[in-house]
């Protein structure tokens, strides 16, 4: 999926630092995504979580709080209350581009923050957390205790967390201390979606049963079952964002048509791996890449099994049209083409195809069939080869009889 930069200024006036997630085609919805403590936007979880959204048709901003990552600011000096208000924040440079979030998403600490974020953000339709403590005070237990110690006698220490160091003050204990978040939940009056692990390490499953029975409904639970409280694993994050995408499907609005394009076919680099694309054809989009092996993600099919799948699709439909027109009582065909290269031959290129087909035919009718499959257009094409027009530069096409861009 395209990211792109996407940096807007807070109400501190610090310049925060983010990352949106582009559908590949049609926008069901914008998401803000909140990280976990002390993380940043490019955190692992952050980063599969938010593409596998987006891959879904909800696109998400994903950023650094104050004092992380690459946003300016003093972290040690921000406390939750400063990350709330990053989030509120984020959700009007969204606004004011175009993009209003809808959904909330909240990992670890970043859970807390958006269910206090909510109240201030009426446009939110849906909030789901994982991994989310109750008690925002939670995060102090990431302290080293005679750093603790010593910042809220001194004023400000340093305390390593997560193995780095931070120079934290002592009104950044406080205010994690001053939070009501059991207030905050029964008022949140949204839906809200639980997810944790029962054997979170850092978050303990207790967590999650007191958010539930202090919130209102409707509310929604969903074990992670397995998962560390980073969600390191692929698989893990991948099932957390599938079923965020699940559920949101109650509250968000229907998925719209993609605009057709253009082009019979467009196909853009996302910057994601070497090879992967966003294709769009006729109103389809989706992914191409390459495979692991050659230096891709293996994201998507390869520009020749694109080639085949247009040959397979070409004899399908031959082949259904021809049953009709004969009307003959064919339930289901189904085809399967494979491409390889033969070197030292004239036409390297060799393609193969199996159809299968379901009906109460007999033996000549299915014959008959399996022969039309050489009729197909793109067959033929393959066969026969094709002429090209020199590749022209820039985006636009020449206006047409008939097309408006005439005047």
Known sequence: MPTRPFDFVNSSGDRLSGRLEFPVGST??????????????????????????????????????????????????????????????????????????????????????????????????????????????????????????????????????????????????????????????????????????????????????????????????????????LLSGARDADFAADMITAWAGRYLPGTPPTAATRFDAEAEETRLGKFQLAMRAGKAAFIADEPESVGGLGSGPTPFNLLSAALAACTTMTLRLYADRKGWAVDRIRTGVTHRKEAGIEKPDLFSRRVEIEGTIDAVQHAELIAVADRCPVHRTLETGSRFEATEAGWDLPATEGDPARG
């Not at 952050?46 to 003093?74: C, M, P």
């Not at 990431?142 to 997560?162: H, K, N, T, Y």
């Not at 692990?197 to 969903?222: C, E, M």
């Open 28 to 229: 069901r919805a914008w998401a803000l995504f909140a990280h976990c403590f002390t993380c940043g936007k490019d955190n692992i979880a952050a980063v599969r979580i938010s593409r596998r959204l987006a891959g879904a048709g909800i696109g998400v901003l994903r950023f650094d709080f104050t004092g992380l990552g690459a946003s300016e600011g003093d972290f040690g000096a921000s406390g939750f209350s400063h990350n709330v208000q990053d989030l509120v924040d984020a959700a009007g440079a969204m606004t004011a581009a175009g993009m209003p979030p809808m959904l909330l998403v909240g990992h670890s600490l970043g859970g807390a923050a958006v269910v206090a974020a909510a109240g201030s953000l009426p446009g939110i339709h849906a909030v789901a957390t994982i991994a989310a403590p109750f008690d925002v005070e939670h995060a102090l237990h990431q302290f080293d205790p005679e750093g603790l110690a010593r910042v809220e006698r001194d004023g400000s220490g340093v305390v390593p967390i997560g193995n780095r160091p931070f120079t934290v003050r002592r009104e950044f204990v406080q205010n994690l201390r001053e939070q009501d978040q059991g207030a905050r939940l029964a008022a949140l009056k949204r839906p809200l979606l639980l997810m944790h692990s029962p054997i979170d390490q850092v978050v303990g499953i207790d967590n999650v049963t007191s958010i539930y029975l202090a919130a209102k409904h409707p509310k929604s639970f969903v074990s992670l079952d397995g998962a560390d409280h």
